[in-house]
């Protein structure tokens, strides 16, 4: 008989989610996807979950309502043209739902195959679909040519942005327990909104 309480075919509860948005093919762009791929043998805590969100928007919100999570991060390269290549952002994301023009819009090029981090933000926060606590941690590519592999500089933080992932699963699980021993957070990561390494 099994100690879990869970029955079967049951999962724990998803206390921390985390996904990563690619474009498959597109060097850096396809960071999130590629990123999973690199820590797939990392170790987790229970309730922790690591998801390829690589899909259209309104895919992503229903895969976020059958989970549930208390806390979701979001990883992937985001052209912003205002930081060099390699540079991460981390930051604490705004929920105001955006307009309903925008998303309309974004929803007819979501259908049409588009896969893009900010189309995910705008349409999962329009539904109120992400958790109180979402961080969404981008890399600025060096390199959006078709092809595999990461340029060099986005390769250089690969590291920085599991250390912050790290950070990030630590603090939400200790959020919901904070009486009980969390994994320790990672030194190296910091909180800022953009980081070089």
């Known amino acids: 008989m099994s100690d879990t309480p869970y029955g079967l075919g049951e999962r724990p509860p998803t206390r921390v989610l985390v996904g990563g948005i690619g474009l498959p093919w597109l060097r850096d762009l ?4 590629q990123f999973l791929k690199r820590i797939a043998d990392v170790e987790w805590p229970e309730g922790v979950v690591m998801e390829d969100l690589s899909y259209s928007a ?3 919100l229903h895969t976020l309502q059958d989970f549930a999570p208390d806390k979701v991060v979001l990883v992937g390269a985001m052209p912003r043209d ?9 930051y604490q994301l705004d929920l105001t739902p955006p307009g309903d023009e925008e998303v309309a819009d974004r929803l007819g090029e979501a259908v049409g195959g588009i896969i893009d981090l900010d189309h995910t933000l705008a349409v999962v ?3 109120k679909g992400f958790p109180a606590d979402t961080v ?3 890399v600025e590519p060096g390199d959006r040519a078709f092809g595999l592999g990461f340029s060099d500089e986005v390769e250089s933080v690969v590291d920085t942005v599991l250390e912050m992932i790290q950070e ?3 603090s939400g699980l200790l959020d919901k ?3 009980a021993d969390g994994p320790p ?3 190296g990561g910091t909180r800022e909104d953009s980081e070089h390494a």
């Open 136 to 138: 969404v941690i981008e």
């Open 125 to 127: 926060r329009y539904w």
């Open 30 to 33: 396809d960071f999130g996807t």
């Open 82 to 90: 205002v930081d060099l290549p390699g540079t991460i952002r981390r």
């Open 58 to 60: 309104h895919r992503v």
């Open 185 to 187: 957070a990672v030194e």
């Open 168 to 170: 990030e699963v630590a």
């Open 177 to 179: 327990h904070p009486n």
